[in-house]
C-alpha cells in the first residue's frame, strides 16, 4: 500500500525527530536542565516577547498584546521555577521502605497540538517540558497562526544550536492542516493536545497516547460574605486577561439574590456593561454560528463585539454582562463563549448556586472548574464536595489562577486536565510528571502476609459479620 504525501512528509519529520532524541537520551540533568532554562530565558527577555505577542496579535487579532507578553515575561519563568528542581532523567525516586526504585524513561516524538490563542506560548511550554524529559517535540501549529508559532520555534532551535543540542529535537509543521495533525498524531509517541474540542477529540482517536484538555466554561458563585468592589475587580481581571481567549476565563458569575444589584454596579465601577434584553438577543445571534462560538467574536475587543451586533457601548468599557435564568441549548449564554461576554445569574439558598453550576458544566465545560468568593469554608468545601469539577478557584481571578500562579498551589501550566468528565486522562494542571515514562525496580522485602485482622483493619469484625448464601 502506498503512503500518501502527508504520511511521507510526516514521517521525514519524525525520523528527524527520532535522530536528535537518540542524542538527547544520553544527556544527564544538567545538561536537559541548561537547555530548558536557556529556552525560558531568551524567550522571556521583554523586547524578544514584546515581538513574539505583537505578531501573534497581528496574525490573530485575537487577545491582547500585553497578555501575551506576560505570558512570555512571566508566566513561562514561573512554571519553570515550578518544574527545575523535578528529576527528569535517570533516578528520581528511592523509596527504601517499599524497596522501590523509580527512573524516568522519555516517550520519545511527542506531538504538540498548538491552537490559535495561545500560539505563543504552547510551543515554548511543550518544548521546555519535552526537552527536561528527553523527548523530542513536534508542533503542529493553528493555520490562523502558523507564522508566529513556526517563529517561535525557529527561536527555540537557535537556542537549541547554542546549547550544542540538535535543532530537530523541535520542529513544526510549516503548512499546518487538519490532515497533517491527524498523521503527526498517529506517528508521535504521545499528543500534548491543546486545541478546539475536534482537535483534542482526534488526539484521543490517533490510535496513541494523548494529554488532552476539556472545554472550558467556568462557573463562579459571589455570595454575601465578600466585599463586593474587590470582588468585581477581581471578576474584572479574570475575565478581561487576553480579552477572554482562555479557557480558564470566567463565562458565568452566579450572584447571592441580596447583593445582586449591588454587584453588579461594582461591576459596572470595573468597565462592565450591562446589556439590556433587546442587546442579549442580538448578541446571541452574532455571538454563534451553527452551534460553535463565531471566530468572529473569539478574543476581540468589546467595541468589535458591540459593531457586530448593533449596539451602542461606550467606548471605556472592557466587557459586556448579559443576565440568564437557564441553562442548556436553549440557553446558548450558559455555554462557553471565548469572549468578553460574562453571564449573570441569581441564587437565593447555596444549593441552588451549586445546581447551577452543575447545570452550567453539565452542558458545557464539565470537569473543568468553577470558582467561588465566599468567605464561609463550609460553603467552599461544599462546592468542592458537590461539583464534577478538576479545581475549584477561591477569591481569586479565575482567568488567572485557574491554570496556576503565585497567588496559589496548583502547578503552573498552560494544559488543564479535565478527568473523566471531560473525557480527559488526567484530572489536573498538565505538568513535568506528565511528560515522561516511568520504570520501577523491586526489591525483594524480608516480610510476610499479614493475618486478617491486619488486613482489614478496624473494621474486620463488621466484615466477618456479613453474611452470604455462598459461604452457609
Given at each position: 500500500m502506498s503512503q500518501s504525501a502527508d504520511q511521507i512528509h510526516i514521517a521525514e519529520l519524525v525520523a528527524r525527530a527520532r535522530k536528535a532524541q537518540a542524542i538527547l537520551n544520553g544527556y544527564t540533568q544538567e545538561q536537559v536542565d541548561l537547555i530548558a532554562g536557556a529556552i525560558v530565558y531568551h524567550l522571556s527577555r521583554p523586547e524578544l516577547a514584546a515581538k513574539?505577542?505583537?505578531?501573534?496579535?497581528?496574525?490573530?487579532?485575537?487577545?491582547?498584546?500585553e497578555s501575551k507578553r506576560a505570558k512570555l515575561t512571566h508566566k513561562m519563568p514561573a512554571i519553570f521555577h515550578d518544574i527545575r528542581t523535578e528529576k527528569t532523567v535517570g533516578i528520581i525516586d528511592r523509596d527504601e521502605v517499599n524497596g522501590i526504585i523509580t527512573i524516568a524513561k522519555p516517550y520519545g516524538v511527542i506531538a504538540a497540538l498548538v491552537p490559535s490563542t495561545n500560539c505563543e506560548a504552547t510551543p515554548i511550554f511543550k518544548s521546555v517540558l519535552g526537552i527536561r524529559a528527553r523527548n523530542a517535540v513536534i508542533c503542529a501549529p493553528h493555520p490562523a497562526s502558523k507564522k508566529t508559532t513556526i517563529f517561535v520555534v525557529d527561536v527555540i532551535r537557535q537556542v537549541l544550536a547554542a546549547c550544542g543540542a540538535p535543532e530537530d529535537l523541535v520542529q513544526c509543521i510549516a503548512a499546518p492542516s487538519k490532515a497533517l495533525a491527524a498523521e503527526l498524531m498517529a506517528q508521535c509517541d504521545v499528543t500534548m493536545a491543546t486545541g478546539s474540542g475536534d482537535m483534542v477529540n482526534a488526539a484521543y482517536s490517533s490510535g496513541k497516547p494523548a494529554y488532552g484538555v476539556g472545554v472550558g466554561n467556568a462557573a463562579v458563585i459571589i455570595d454575601e460574605t465578600v466585599d463586593l468592589a474587590e470582588t468585581a475587580a477581581k471578576i474584572r481581571i479574570g475575565k478581561t486577561g487576553d480579552n477572554a481567549s482562555g479557557c480558564s476565563a470566567e463565562?458565568?458569575?452566579?450572584?447571592?439574590?441580596?447583593?445582586?444589584?449591588?454587584?453588579?454596579?461594582?461591576?459596572?465601577?470595573?468597565?462592565?456593561?450591562?446589556?439590556?434584553?433587546?442587546?442579549?438577543?442580538?448578541?446571541?445571534a452574532v455571538l454563534w454560528e451553527n452551534g460553535h462560538v463565531s471566530r468572529k467574536v473569539v478574543a476581540r475587543p468589546v467595541g468589535e463585539i458591540a459593531a457586530l451586533a448593533g449596539i451602542a457601548v461606550p467606548a471605556d468599557r472592557k466587557f459586556i454582562v448579559v443576565e440568564e435564568e437557564g441553562t442548556g441549548a436553549g440557553h446558548p449564554f450558559s455555554g462557553e463563549k471565548l469572549s468578553l461576554v460574562l453571564t449573570c445569574y441569581r441564587y437565593e439558598a447555596f444549593d441552588d448556586a451549586i445546581a447551577l453550576v452543575n447545570a452550567?458544566?453539565?452542558?458545557?465545560?464539565?470537569?473543568?472548574?468553577?470558582?467561588?468568593?465566599?468567605?464561609?469554608?463550609?460553603?467552599?468545601?461544599?462546592?468542592?464536595?458537590?461539583?464534577?469539577?478538576?479545581r475549584v478557584i477561591v477569591r481569586q481571578p479565575h482567568g488567572v489562577a485557574n491554570s496556576g500562579s503565585w497567588s496559589n498551589g496548583l502547578a503552573k501550566t498552560f494544559s488543564l486536565g479535565c478527568g473523566s468528565w471531560g473525557g480527559n486522562s488526567v484530572s489536573e494542571n498538565v505538568t513535568q510528571k506528565h511528560y515522561y515514562n516511568t520504570t520501577r525496580i523491586a526489591e525483594p522485602l524480608d516480610r510476610s502476609a499479614p493475618d486478617d485482622e491486619a488486613i482489614y483493619g478496624p473494621l474486620f469484625g463488621k466484615i466477618a459479620a456479613v453474611r452470604i448464601a455462598a459461604g452457609a
Amino acid at each position: 500500500m502506498s503512503q500518501s504525501a502527508d504520511q511521507i512528509h510526516i514521517a521525514e519529520l519524525v525520523a528527524r525527530a527520532r535522530k536528535a532524541q537518540a542524542i538527547l537520551n544520553g544527556y544527564t540533568q544538567e545538561q536537559v536542565d541548561l537547555i530548558a532554562g536557556a529556552i525560558v530565558y531568551h524567550l522571556s527577555r521583554p523586547e524578544l516577547a514584546a515581538k513574539i505577542a505583537e505578531m501573534a496579535y497581528d496574525e490573530t487579532k485575537m487577545g491582547l498584546v500585553e497578555s501575551k507578553r506576560a505570558k512570555l515575561t512571566h508566566k513561562m519563568p514561573a512554571i519553570f521555577h515550578d518544574i527545575r528542581t523535578e528529576k527528569t532523567v535517570g533516578i528520581i525516586d528511592r523509596d527504601e521502605v517499599n524497596g522501590i526504585i523509580t527512573i524516568a524513561k522519555p516517550y520519545g516524538v511527542i506531538a504538540a497540538l498548538v491552537p490559535s490563542t495561545n500560539c505563543e506560548a504552547t510551543p515554548i511550554f511543550k518544548s521546555v517540558l519535552g526537552i527536561r524529559a528527553r523527548n523530542a517535540v513536534i508542533c503542529a501549529p493553528h493555520p490562523a497562526s502558523k507564522k508566529t508559532t513556526i517563529f517561535v520555534v525557529d527561536v527555540i532551535r537557535q537556542v537549541l544550536a547554542a546549547c550544542g543540542a540538535p535543532e530537530d529535537l523541535v520542529q513544526c509543521i510549516a503548512a499546518p492542516s487538519k490532515a497533517l495533525a491527524a498523521e503527526l498524531m498517529a506517528q508521535c509517541d504521545v499528543t500534548m493536545a491543546t486545541g478546539s474540542g475536534d482537535m483534542v477529540n482526534a488526539a484521543y482517536s490517533s490510535g496513541k497516547p494523548a494529554y488532552g484538555v476539556g472545554v472550558g466554561n467556568a462557573a463562579v458563585i459571589i455570595d454575601e460574605t465578600v466585599d463586593l468592589a474587590e470582588t468585581a475587580a477581581k471578576i474584572r481581571i479574570g475575565k478581561t486577561g487576553d480579552n477572554a481567549s482562555g479557557c480558564s476565563a470566567e463565562n458565568s458569575i452566579i450572584v447571592q439574590a441580596s447583593i445582586h444589584d449591588g454587584f453588579l454596579r461594582a461591576l459596572e465601577k470595573e468597565g462592565a456593561y450591562i446589556a439590556t434584553a433587546e442587546e442579549k438577543a442580538k448578541l446571541q445571534a452574532v455571538l454563534w454560528e451553527n452551534g460553535h462560538v463565531s471566530r468572529k467574536v473569539v478574543a476581540r475587543p468589546v467595541g468589535e463585539i458591540a459593531a457586530l451586533a448593533g449596539i451602542a457601548v461606550p467606548a471605556d468599557r472592557k466587557f459586556i454582562v448579559v443576565e440568564e435564568e437557564g441553562t442548556g441549548a436553549g440557553h446558548p449564554f450558559s455555554g462557553e463563549k471565548l469572549s468578553l461576554v460574562l453571564t449573570c445569574y441569581r441564587y437565593e439558598a447555596f444549593d441552588d448556586a451549586i445546581a447551577l453550576v452543575n447545570a452550567i458544566t453539565d452542558y458545557s465545560g464539565s470537569g473543568h472548574s468553577c470558582g467561588i468568593h465566599s468567605n464561609d469554608a463550609g460553603r467552599i468545601l461544599q462546592l468542592g464536595l458537590e461539583t464534577k469539577t478538576s479545581r475549584v478557584i477561591v477569591r481569586q481571578p479565575h482567568g488567572v489562577a485557574n491554570s496556576g500562579s503565585w497567588s496559589n498551589g496548583l502547578a503552573k501550566t498552560f494544559s488543564l486536565g479535565c478527568g473523566s468528565w471531560g473525557g480527559n486522562s488526567v484530572s489536573e494542571n498538565v505538568t513535568q510528571k506528565h511528560y515522561y515514562n516511568t520504570t520501577r525496580i523491586a526489591e525483594p522485602l524480608d516480610r510476610s502476609a499479614p493475618d486478617d485482622e491486619a488486613i482489614y483493619g478496624p473494621l474486620f469484625g463488621k466484615i466477618a459479620a456479613v453474611r452470604i448464601a455462598a459461604g452457609a
